[in-house]
């Protein structure tokens, strides 16, 4: 058997940072997990209905005095590691220290908070890599009554389509208030699960294939690596299931009740991002039984090989071996026929065992 | 072994198709899922006690002229690629843009939802292929106060029977208002579940048969193939008790108190239905650990006849070998009845074999 | 292996003439389920303190003139196939239509409605037939404030004792109202599932001692009956906890809060019965486990048999192999003990590989 | 294999007589159950702080007209077969018919129920007998403003403890309410659980040692008797939790608010109880996997042993054979040392098998 | 095979000392469990912004006087065997004796308790021992309106960072209530659980590589290994997470409003602690059907090794034993290339045989 060691995702790995914070007095900041982009850049998209004005810098002082209370204010923070940048941002909102600590936090559970009218979402988006390795990166949402901050662990361009969206002046986005942003920001993280979802469901019909046609331990192991990525899967989807509710359930400040539409329909999805979860989960679960009873099906077919084998010669042999031995005195050896008579009797216990066989339905 | 690749069933494949819509702004109006009706045809069934007039149309404006909110309007949409038309009857009953997007997605989950006094019900009608697949159909109930929508992805006789009784002035569908056919309308779409129900009832006592008498790879495969229809089975099942159930708790205007029973009997048949799919579930994985039973007792049953053959004949060939042997002085080789003493030592041996196989209750 | 072809039971094959009323409206009076009994009789029992009349009959209407407010009016009716003469019960006393439709439907779920002050309580009666099959029989009760109606599908005697007793005047069922009567008749069907609780129990015994004694594939076999048995049986007894859980729930005009706490005594029972039902769910399930593991044993000591008889003579057999070789420059063939040298070597063989198996447990 | 009969727990068959009830109308008073003492002794202990009287008699009317009211009474009877003596204690103390009846029945589940302000709770105490073997004796108590009923099936030491303590003048319960007695006797048969889980756990710790070191068939019936009594231990906690907490949720007069931690504590001690009991389900269903997975183990290595002695010795042997052929023409055997070449070449290839064997990891 | 007797951990053995109370009066203090320390210290740690005074010794006399209800006093005992003091302390601070019964047992639950303005938690400790062991230590906490009393089964240095903390003036914990302490301790315990659980996670992984790369019996015991530490961190995790949920939704008097956050902060590392540990139950699950799916892909291919070889030599053997026979007239022995003819055929059928297994592929 050829052995071939699995990629190991070390997804749930990244858990052994946390502990680096034990003993530490609540309220310190440090980043927890690794640093996943260079630069960290700060960028404001500040609009109404008329105007749009996007800046982007590294020096905070200069984005916040550019703050407009009047306007949607939306500042996006790629990387996590510049410490002082984030408090800087957290001192001027007047953010709770346990919610900046939970901002760095990139092994932080999806949950909704709510500290002074102010909203706190950190959740987890999902890439797909090549070699089907899910990748998870912790994004946080603060939304005030007229700002929303969002952390993201890396530089990306998970959030480019909304850009553009936002830059079309006739978009819906421009004529309302900041909650719909929110709204917007959330359902652009959410659609993303969906593109994962499908990537697995492939796997899945992949490896039912697999399993139909050619199990291999390789298919095992498939199988097992899927069952992985949903239980990794579950840990993010879940607790934005619960956020999301609790954003319904209760009737906060920041959300007005015309948008409360939107964030059903978010829910919706998440409901239905969970439903495909666990129809995945019993399918998963199915091919592993599947597979199994295919293992088995094989080796009862292996093993009626070497019965059917065993038990036609192992008796013929047995008579070969007898008119083999060196007595003096065995009448049948010194008949005319006694050889051909021999050979006719194994034919008949030849024709015998097929036939038992036959019966049996091992052939 | 005879290698068969079964239908993979390509149903929870649709799925893919959601992704598309990933990034675009929520309210876009986007057809998603296969196109399964080449017209799009709106028809009007508008009646009361007295009169019943029946209008089919491409041109939804003429349909909308006669919309006469003294009677009970019924407007049934086949096919749901016309956007367009779709997005002028939305206009013309001010639905919500949420509501008409979800219209639009096959993929959509069993709700119920109100928007300003009006009931949206998406549901999914089931069909039994030949080759027993599902066929699900997207079906969406919008209720209004005098006027019912139904769109269905495609055309289909699933509400003909009702058209007929509709024709029927003695009808009580024709003295009851809009809120009674609306429940008429679910019960037929519920009613269709039995039959799926009874279908996959045959097809388990079927598989139960061929377990008992002869389990064959294919039989594994069978009951898989019943485990993932009840799987998907499923994600229509329980929201449609959900959403009935909300239909019970709540107070909606559009259902009138006195038909209120009504709701409750539908009720009772998706219990009915849930009860069912539980026993499936429950007497299909009986039938799976009968099966991997029924594995392992033939390969018992394999092994047992090759033990007891080479049991038996591996030490009598032995015996001959020793006889077989060239030495020049072996002295029973010149016994007189050297021979038969033999033979009679290994049938001494065999009768042995047997009495300790039979002792064993292996024989 | 002498496979014999178990009693399917064809119990939840029923509701397969469920699906004949598809299409049907609502309301239309259809017989579902077999005919169990070919006269419809029905029969008045009346009584108070002082007085007991008994009537006969098969005219609903000479029945119905007899009935008197003043007294327990109890009308029983066996079988279900006579639709008329339930129509008429159900016009005089102003029964729901779809009451009537649950009453004549056997597939319907055990379940607790009022209509207008009248209780409706279908529930399943049952019975042991010879050969371990459980009979399921549709009972509907139908409570006014001073009459019972009974609907059973069978004649039968399940009954009988409660009308002796009715016969004596001193019993406390004289001497109260018609819902005490009610409770008497919900409390002998539910004593009737004791039975058949008791019954599945001692199949289990009985199974256990099969499998710790002699397993075989009908040990299987009757593990998958109970399995399935109990999968049925759970179908009726949980809509019964929840009806009756109900109905102590609710202040129902109709039931006296005087009678309450026999009320609260039947829920006893049927809490008893699911414990009953789960302990033994439990019990079935480790005896498949034992099972199981019983054949997974007797695999592993056929396997060792064959191993240790060929381990021993396999490598016994070569030897010989090798002095049976005809090569003409063979020196030990010479030597004047080579034969005794050789069976010397072979026993030492034999003894060490006997020794073997021991210190590894195989003997 | 030498098979043996294990004890077969009659425990879960006493439910067999239940049924000898069904039929009777309620309120009949039975003794249900096997009968455990010949005599049926009463007891009356009666105290307060300053004075302890003790009665024992078989003549219930002398004890009850002991019974003062100023004081408390505890009234413990010994048996229930006798009925007369159980009805009469129920007349003086006014205590419904069912609840005698379930006094009587030593299959009742154990629930809190209030009659009248009467407080009654039949509870099961548990024994361990010598063999591994759990014994339930139900033991009901009714608790009124000034006196306790406890109503044992058997004679037993179980409340001898608590005898002597009351009968110290400075033990607390001298000085409190008859409601701190009935939590003392309630603690006393909770505290019994105790043992039986600490013999059930000594069991699992053994059951885990011989899994490890030696599991045989016998190691496998030890975890279904251990899970068997698992199951029925779990028929007689989960009741009891329910009883106190619903004793603990409502306000009973009977109860001195005063004394309400005491019963919290009692709770406090079921819930470790029932943690205890799933740490053990969980436990042994772990010794389980474990147990099967060293039998595959076993299988495997004798596969094995199987595996390379055969291949091993069957193409040598074929060497042998094809030598010990008789043709007039085989030119190597009359080679000079053609006999120590096929020698040399049978060395060759057990070599070469051997190092296959190696470098599969099989030796 | 080499069978290797695992340490079996002792941990859920302690359950056993339990008993040893079973009959005692509640109340009686009595210190259950093994002796964990020798000397029993007791520790005041009284401090305000301005202040810090330590004060250690054995006489708790001594530490009482000194309490000063004006600062936050922080009295910490070591070891639970001088049951006299742990009573002096119990009186000065008038604590309920079951309160003082519960501290003295270290088999103790989690949980949260109010005895008149006192909030009661006794906790779990863990720490991972060498050899993989995780070693429990009951501590409990008892908060005051001004003092906090924290009673450890073991001296040791798990509160020794936060000591260190409380020295520097400048610390939070300086300017705050006693509450935010009792925080700050929960808080620590609670950290020290992500050490433990990152120590699982290892061995989780650990163990993936060896079920990939090697699977061995000892693979079977380390996975029992980690569900056993699995199943016994449940019993500490998930009743902390109920007694951290109480005291968020009761409004104790002894918890400032303002410190509310920091206890949700406590809450959700424990519900992430859950999320981890029932990730790594699924994994381990996982783990365990990998590692039984690869001890069956390595019995298929044992038996495909044994089934060639042996279906490849036993009919050649056969045939070289038919012309071993010694008959006088078998035609084929004088045959002049009789003996190359049967190697031909005995090289075809090899080739057929070899091809016939390729067309399966088992070579």
């Known amino acids: 058997m050829q052995v071939h060691l699995p990629k190991i995702p070390k997804t749930f790995r990244k858990k052994s940072k946390t502990v680096s914070k034990a ?35 590294n020096n905070a002082t200069e984005i916040l005095e550019k703050v407009n209370p009047e306007k949607v204010n939306w500042i996006n923070i790629d990387g ?9 941002l957290g001192n001027h909102f007047h953010l709770s220290p346990l919610m900046l600590e939970d901002i760095l936090n990139t092994e932080q559970r999806p949950k909704l908070e709510e500290y002074d009218g102010v909203l706190f979402l950190p959740m987890k988006a999902l890439n797909t890599l090549s070699g089907n390795q899910i990748e998870y990166e912790q994004i946080s949402f603060v939304l005030g009554s007229n700002y929303i901050l969002s952390f993201q662990e890396k530089e990306g361009d998970l959030f480019d389509q909304l850009r553009n969206r936002i830059s079309d002046p006739a978009n819906r986005v421009r004529s309302k208030n900041v909650d719909y942003l929110f709204y917007r920001l959330i ?54 299931r619960e956020a999301i509710s609790s954003l319904l ?26 439903d495909m979860f666990e129809t995945y989960r019993d399918l998963i679960s199915n091919l592993m039984d599947m597979y199994m009873s295919t293992i088995s099906n094989k080796m009862n077919e292996i093993m009626k090989v070497l019965t059917i084998i065993s038990t036609i010669f192992i008796p013929l042999s047995f008579i070969a071996g007898v008119y083999g031995m060196n007595f003096q005195h065995m009448p ?12 006719g009797l194994m034919l008949t216990i030849l024709g015998g065992m097929l036939f038992y066989f036959r019966r049996k339905k091992w052939l």
């Open 249 to 274: 359930r209760n009737d906060y400040k920041v959300i007005l009740p015309e948008n409360r539409t939107f964030y059903n329909d978010v829910y919706d999805h998440i409901i239905q991002l969970i």
């Open 23 to 57: 003993g530490l007095p609540p309220g310190t900041l440090v980043h927890i997990g690794p640093k996943k982009t260079e630069k960290q850049l700060v960028e404001l998209i500040q609009f109404d209905q008329n105007e749009l004005i996007e800046t982007d810098s």
């Open 187 to 240: 359902d652009t993280v959410v659609d993303n699960y969906y593109i994962v979802m499908e990537h697995i469901g492939e796997q899945i019909e992949d490896i039912e294939e697999e399993v139909y046609l050619n199990p291999t331990s390789r298919t095992m192991q498939r199988i097992q690596d899927v069952k992985k990525e949903l239980i990794i899967l579950r840990k993010s989807l879940y607790p934005i």
């Open 332 to 343: 049948e050896l010194n008949w005319r026929y006694g050889y051909f008579a021999i050979l």
């Open 80 to 88: 996590l590691h510049n410490i002082d940048l984030i408090q800087q």
